[in-house]
């Protein structure tokens, strides 16, 4: 499954991963710093608040691509995209 992501608006972008088994389910946002100066991404997985990846990229492109590389990191194999 590739990771679906929605906007509310120019500033927020949320998505959400789940591998074929509903094992794991992932929730991913990006969102805009204050000042408009770089982007805040972070990973979490459903029931564990707590375990968490963060980071920060300079624009809303390269943030979604990190919070997919840290997403790829609980997907057995280390991969985002279509389950085979």
């Known amino acids: ?5 929605d906007k509310t608006s120019d500033r927020i972008w949320f998505g959400r991963w789940g591998d074929a088994n509903a094992t794991i389910l992932l929730y991913l946002v ?3 710093l204050p000042g408009g100066k770089g982007w805040d991404w972070s990973v979490w997985r459903s029931g564990e608040p ?3 990846k963060r980071g ?3 624009s809303a492109k390269l943030a ?3 919070a997919e590389a840290a997403a790829a ?3 057995p194999g280390g991969t985002i ?4």
């Open 64 to 66: 979604v691509a990190a």
């Open 30 to 32: 990006a969102e805009i």
């Open 50 to 52: 707590a375990i968490l």
């Open 56 to 58: 920060i990229a300079p």
């Open 1 to 5: 499954m590739i990771v679906s992501w």
């Open 81 to 84: 995209g279509p389950d085979e």
């Open 73 to 75: 990191d609980w997907r």
